[in-house]
Structures are given as structure tokens and as C-alpha cells.
């Protein structure tokens, strides 16, 4: 059986302005199991990921001003160990004044950065090996600033030259959340649903690294697969209780962006191509549906524009509410004290991570 879940959220600059929602989940073996976790997670103590929740939202209180602010004074707490990075970041350098778009080389030097320090899960860097504990959770602000940016750039230039296709979204997560194996009876959405997303829908999020065929297909403009390419690849093996929800306009397959459509027919034909069967459900091929926020009951309306407006001054999580576990998360990212109390949270899983790689 399943039963509703409220979230509450707050403006984070105004703690006692609150809005809630309600997600009303799907009767599906995939949706009672992802509940189950999702109450696991509400009294596991873990911590909601706040800084990296919230995307694509063109008005928000985290401005590019503050970003860029907050991300300059990342970079000297990285600078002080001896690494160099000589960007001054500001609104001016990010954003390239042709388009009004995204500075990919400026963005792809600061991605650079931080893989040079940051490593890889099987080669962890010497910088961050020997990184104090401010430094380690620094670098980590590097990348997740770094692509709140980019999200922000290309969601102010769509607000104003194709609004409707404003893309928000919720990425809703949690450090260190368990993992659990997907069985064959959850992988039916993949099949049923393929890559279709519809506002106020809410799906699995996506619990591992690695390459999706999508990705492969897109990215690298349909490249044979080869055994070289192949490796980079992972299908979806574990779900969690975390979720996302697509704030933006309905994106189907045969609906009213017919560029949806053609993509995902070439996608088809790309993977038969290849020898591979587009309704095989172990190659976790798309979004798995979990539930729908009720738009009407939550917001008074189902118009996109009046939603986006009401969340946009509430993007802070504050409560979750399901009919067995509740949680609140009273910290905020405006607090004075919110990065250092993040890095006291961290420094178990700081030290853990010290642990395997000696």
C-alpha cells in the first residue's frame, strides 16, 4: 500500500515562509520499495544534500554573484596548500557575452581543477590525500559550484529566450545513502516509461557513476561500440530512497516536442545497430517513474509559470513527511555556521575514505 508524502519547504532567506507539497506515489512494486527506503533514510540522521539540490531555477537566492563569491573563497582555502588556480571568478568571465551562454573554456579549466585534485575512485589525488579536512570538503565545492553555475546560466538565458523550456529540477539526495539491488519486477518503468518526464514527476535517482548508453549515444554522436567503449558504460544495478522531481514542461514520445521524439527514434535504431534490444530492461534505458506531485492540491494550479514563481523563493527542504517517519532539516545553507557544521558531519566519511586508500 501506498500513502502520500509532504515535503516543506521554507525560503531561505525567511525561515517562517513556508510552502509543502504532495507526492502521491505510484501502485507499483518499484514505489512501495522505494518508500520503504526513503523511511529508512528519514531516521538514519543522514545529511540531505542542500547545496546541490535545487537546479535550473532562473530566480534564485543562491545569485551568480554569490556563487561566484562563494567559489572565489573556496579557491584560496585550495590556493593555501600550494596549488595554484589564477581565475578571479565573477558573472563577467562565466558567462560568454556572444550568447549570453555558458564560458565552456573557463568552466572546463575549473572541472579540470578539481579532477586533478579530487582523483579518481581508484586513484584518490596526493592533494586530497593530504588535504586538511577544510580543503577536502573546498574541493568538493569546486565541482558542485561549478555545475550549479552552468545550470543557472543556461536557465536565466532560457527564461528569457525560450521560457517555456526553463528545465528545473529537484535532485533529491542524501550523503551516504544505502543502496539497494534493483530486482527485475522495478526495471518494468524502464520499458513503460523510456525517457519520457512530465512536470511534477518524480523518479528514481540515479544511484551510481559511469556512462549511460543515452549518454554514449548523444555525447559522443553515436559512436560504434567497441569493447573500449563498452567499459565506460554501467547499466542502473541499485535504487535508493532518494528521488528527483522535473519541474519543467512535459517532455513524451509522440507529444508536442516532436525533436524528443526523433531523438529517441535515432536512439532506437542506434542501439539495434549495435546489436542491442531497446526493450531489453536490464539496459536501464530511460527514467523509472516513482510518483506524481499532486500540482493542483499543492499549488493551487497546474500552470508552470505560477509553480516555478512559488518554488522559487522556497528552495530550501526543510520537512519530509511520509505516514510512518518524519525528518527536519533546520540547517540552511544561510547560516552563519552551515559549512562548518557540514564539515564536522563530513569528517567521519573523510576519515573512512583516509582508511581504504591506506
Not at 534564485?60 to 573563497?73: F, H, P, S
Not at 581508484?122 to 588535504?131: E, G, H, K, L, R
Not at 523510456?194 to 543515452?214: A, C, E, N, P, S
Request: overall charge negative; proline content about 3%; aromatic content about 12%.
Amino acid at each position: 500500500m501506498t500513502t502520500n508524502i509532504q515535503i516543506v519547504l521554507r525560503n531561505p532567506l525567511n525561515h517562517r515562509d513556508q510552502v509543502d507539497y504532495t507526492i502521491v506515489p505510484n501502485d507499483s512494486e518499484l514505489a512501495r520499495d522505494w518508500q520503504h527506503a526513503l523511511d529508512n533514510l528519514l531516521i538514519s540522521n543522514k545529511i540531505l544534500e542542500k547545496n546541490f539540490c535545487f537546479l535550473g531555477f532562473p530566480n534564485t537566492a543562491r545569485t551568480m554573484e554569490y556563487l561566484c563569491d562563494t567559489l572565489n573563497r573556496h579557491i584560496e582555502t585550495v590556493n593555501s596548500t600550494g596549488y595554484h588556480i589564477n581565475q578571479k571568478f565573477s558573472p563577467e568571465l562565466i558567462i560568454d557575452s556572444s550568447d549570453h551562454g555558458i564560458n565552456h573554456k573557463v568552466m572546463n579549466q575549473l572541472h579540470n581543477h578539481f579532477e586533478i585534485l579530487q582523483g579518481t575512485v581508484n586513484n584518490i589525488s596526493t592533494w586530497y590525500i593530504n588535504a586538511d579536512y577544510n580543503t577536502k570538503y573546498a574541493i568538493r565545492q569546486l565541482n558542485n559550484i561549478c555545475h550549479e553555475l552552468e545550470s543557472l546560466i543556461l536557465s536565466r538565458r532560457k527564461a528569457i529566450t525560450t521560457p517555456e523550456w526553463t528545465r528545473p529540477s529537484q535532485i533529491t539526495t542524501w550523503l551516504e545513502a544505502d543502496r539497494y539491488r534493483l530486482r527485475d519486477e522495478h526495471r518494468r518503468g524502464f520499458v513503460s516509461n523510456g525517457y519520457d518526464r512530465v512536470l511534477g514527476g518524480v523518479y528514481m535517482h540515479w544511484t551510481q557513476i559511469g556512462k549511460t548508453l543515452f549518454e554514449v549515444f548523444r555525447d559522443e554522436h553515436a559512436p560504434d561500440l567497441t569493447s573500449t567503449v563498452c567499459e565506460a558504460i554501467t547499466h542502473l544495478q541499485y535504487y535508493s530512497g532518494e528521488f528527483d522531481i522535473e519541474w519543467g514542461n512535459d517532455v513524451v514520445y509522440g507529444g508536442n516536442r516532436s525533436w524528443h521524439t526523433t531523438e529517441q527514434d535515432l536512439f532506437r535504431e542506434w542501439l539495434v545497430r549495435n546489436n542491442l534490444d531497446p526493450c531489453d530492461p536490464q539496459l536501464s534505458l530511460g527514467y523509472l517513474p516513482l510518483a506524481q506531485v499532486d500540482l493542483q492540491s499543492s499549488f493551487g494550479t497546474t500552470n508552470y509559470n505560477e509553480i516555478w514563481n512559488i518554488l522559487g523563493t522556497h528552495l530550501d527542504i526543510y520537512q519530509i513527511h511520509t505516514s510512518k517517519q518524519s525528518a527536519t532539516y533546520s540547517r540552511c545553507w544561510t547560516d552563519q555556521d552551515y559549512e562548518s557544521w557540514q564539515i564536522a558531519m563530513l569528517t567521519p566519511g573523510y576519515n573512512k575514505q583516509m582508511r581504504n586508500i591506506i
